[in-house]
């Protein structure tokens, strides 16, 4: 279970020298990647990034050996409902969560990565029908469930040791929440993208869960998934997702999109589009953003990346010989892609 | 407080709809 050192490569054409394999993570004992993604891991006074990789019934922590040598340092291994998504947790170290479930999330549990006690616990933080899940920062995570026709939207806060403490409750817009945001600089506010494509800002602190306002979207751009949010000069950014977008003339066949809201008016303009690179055909998969670099899985089983202030694409990883993409996450810190093959092989890129 | 085409913005948005949103 140590995973092999590789020698950075350059990739030819499209992105040469933007991106870099650095090192490939194989777990001998699975064969199919669910997830991926970092955590922090604090131990006898040092921190180091470490590699969280998701299978359906287990999940494994890898520590670096050496530089571009990872090595497997603990398994979870679940029970039988499969793993379907981690949520990270950012600025928090030695813990993450996990949703369980099969067509939508059952279960969020986190996993405690202690090692001097040798505490790697579990332990469940919720349950019910839940459609979206989000780690922010300060140890909480925030989701929306539903119950018949009634909506919770519920922040839910962890200690250092894991263990929840009292849970807050937003007030939920009419429509089920799907993904949601935080405002990058403004704790209290957060933001989340609903079933009938509408933008909700909420107020979150300890004594209210305000909604403050909805704004649509758009219908040129249905089902749209908010990865990013911030506000500039008194205008609301938001970076979207377009898994469901029509292929047009002017704006090629949009991946993700900038769009400016005035939270006063609630009304909106499309600042940056990005686009599949020419040539590629197919659409939009799954994806992730981090401060102006967007990655994501296409259906032709390609990753490719996009600087969205520059809405260009930077970098287009081909699909593999023997396996195609179906992950594409960054790391917390650096510049650091991780991407995972459908085998289950999950390969560092250094952007 | 500014005009822009998106109608007037406030740099204070967020504290003036906290302001006006019901509890």
Known sequence: ?351 | CSESDLGPISLNWFEELSAEAPP
């Open chain 1, 1 to 351: 279970d140590v995973a092999e050192p590789l020698t950075p490569v350059p990739l030819g054409g499209l992105g040469e020298e933007s991106l870099q394999l650095v090192s490939k993570l194989k777990d001998s004992s699975s064969s199919c990647a669910v997830d991926v993604s970092t955590v922090w891991w604090e131990a006898a006074g040092s921190r180091e990034l470490c590699v969280v990789t998701a299978c359906e019934s287990s999940v494994c922590l890898w520590k670096p050996l050496a530089p571009d040598r990872w090595g497997k340092l603990y398994t979870w291994q679940l029970g039988d409902i499969p793993v379907i998504q981690i949520v990270p947790l950012p600025d928090t170290h030695n813990l993450v969560c996990i949703a369980l479930g099969d067509l939508e999330i059952g279960e969020i549990r986190w996993l405690l990565l202690y090692s001097e006690s040798d505490s790697f616990k579990q332990s469940l933080l919720k349950a019910g029908n839940i459609k979206a899940a989000l780690g922010l920062k300060g140890r909480r995570v925030v989701n929306s469930s539903r119950t018949g026709q009634e909506q919770q939207v519920e922040m839910l806060s962890l200690s250092e040791l894991g263990r929840s403490r009292d849970g807050q409750t937003l007030m939920p817009p009419e429509e089920t929440v799907l993904a949601f945001a935080e405002v990058e600089g403004m704790r209290e506010a957060l933001v989340g993208t609903t079933a009938v494509n509408s933008i909700v800002v909420w107020s979150v602190n300890l004594k209210t869960g305000q909604l403050l306002r909805k704004m649509h979207v758009g219908y040129s751009y249905p089902a749209s998934v908010c990865h990013r949010a911030y506000s500039d000069s008194g205008l609301l950014f938001v970076v979207l997702s377009h898994p469901h977008a029509k292929e047009s003339e002017s704006c090629g066949n949009p991946a993700f999109r900038v769009v400016a809201f005035n939270p006063k008016t609630a009304q909106s303009r499309g600042v940056m589009f990005s686009s599949l690179p020419p040539g590629q055909a197919g659409r939009y998969l799954e994806g992730d953003v981090r401060d102006a670099s967007a990655a994501a899985v296409l259906t032709s089983g390609a990753i490719a990346v996009w600087d969205l202030l520059l809405g260009q694409c930077t970098a287009l990883l081909p699909p593999g010989p023997q396996s195609s993409w179906a992950l594409a996450r960054w790391a917390t810190t650096g510049a650091c892609l991780l991407a995972g093959q459908r085998d289950g092989t999950v390969c560092l890129y250094r952007y």
